[in-house]
């Protein structure tokens, strides 16, 4: 019960976002600090949860562990070709094989 | 825009199942908070246990880009009524403002413009919660030792590399995870905001001499 409750204030929350600026109806303008502030909000939230998951999943960081090296292979993938599926695939094919290797 | 939509709807509703959600309560986070890193993120947390409050603070952070879209778009919805305002804002996703805001600046009859908005909008939410669905259904027939939680991260992965452009985007980048280490221990995922707020830091203040020149 208490996780829909959750749900529903994240989505009230996103929603308050979302209307923010439109609702206001342009009588306020987004203050430029903000605005520079808002560009690395995904970067440094999705990495919060990533490094964790790459290097802490299996309780010590070393370079055999599957999800670091898949992870990081991944990573190359989305720099060379910022292709979010094929990023995916190819993380998976890795941590597969190696998984199997074991 | 739509077909792109469909591969992470099942990821999302497959991961979902897996992190113990009921898959009633799963199918609904799609159509209540409807925002895909939100989602991703959300089947993480709740994997994980973490409080309530937490995880509406780490999807308010997540989704604050969104603020972004709105300040971009105030002006051109301006004469609407208020409810339209609220049935778009609803709408208001990466991949709707991606695919309106050129077209907006265009000479597009300003009377008929946030219909644009409406189609993009309504046309990813039907597409986002079919998807989402058939993840839900999926989910329940896929072993644990997929290890598909993992496809979570790389989704993540996949978002953030992109964005890595100059030296503030790579502090940032390399500050939160450190962060995201260090404070891994702490109680109730606090590593997350932590990690966050350090890495919005360092980003804004090595952006901020390169603004000023």
Redesign the interface.
């Known amino acids: 019960m ?10 009230i ?3 308050v ?10 009588r306020i ?2 203050a430029p ?24 999943a299996s309780g010590a960081a070393t370079l055999g562990e599957p ?1 670091l090296l ?2 990081l292979a ?2 190359c993938v ?2 060379q070709t ?4 094929l ?2 695939a190819v ?2 094919m890795i ?2 094989g190696m ?1 199997w290797l074991q | 825009m739509l077909a792109g939509a469909i ?2 709807g099942l ?1 999302y509703g497959v991961l979902a199942v897996k992190a113990g ?1 009921s898959p009633l ?1 799963a199918i ?2 799609a159509s ?4 895909g ?2 989602q991703f ?2 089947t ?1 947390l ?1 994997a994980a246990a973490t409080p ?1 409050a937490l ?2 603070l ?14 971009a ?3 051109k ?2 004469p609407l009524s ?1 409810r339209w ?2 049935l ?3 709408l ?1 996703t990466d991949e709707a403002y991606a695919a309106v805001i050129r077209r907006f600046d265009s000479n597009v009859s300003p009377g008929t413009r946030h219909w644009f908005l409406f189609g993009a909008g309504f046309g990813l939410w039907f597409v986002w919660q079919l998807a989402c669905v058939a993840g839900v259904l999926l989910g329940g027939q896929i072993p644990a ?4 939680d ?15 452009r100059d030296r ?2 790579w502090a ?2 390399f ?7 260090l404070a ?1 221990a702490l109680p109730y995922k606090l ?2 905001i932590a ?6 830091t ?3 203040v090595l ?2 001499p390169r ?1 000023a020149a």
């Open positions: 208490s996780l829909w409750l959750t749900v529903i204030a994240a989505g929350a996103t929603f976002i979302r209307l923010s600026f439109i609702g206001m109806a342009g303008a987004i600090w903000f605005e520079r502030m808002l560009r690395f909000v995904p970067i440094a939230a999705l990495t919060a949860l990533v490094w964790p998951d790459l290097l802490l999800r898949a992870g991944a990573a989305a720099w910022r292709n979010t599926l990023t995916i993380g998976m941590l597969w998984q | 591969p992470f990821i959600m309560l609904a986070i209540i908070v409807f925002a890193s939100a993120m959300l993480q709740v309530g995880m509406v780490s999807v308010f952070v997540i989704n604050l880009r969104h603020a972004l879209y709105s300040a778009l105030a002006d919805l301006q208020l305002k609220a778009l804002a609803y208001l030792h997929w290890s598909l993992f496809a979570g991260t790389l989704t993540f992965i996949a978002i953030v590399v992109p964005l890595l503030a985007t940032a980048m500050v939160a995870g450190l962060v995201s280490l891994f590593s997350i990690a966050a707020l350090a890495g919005m360092a980003g804004v952006d901020h603004e």
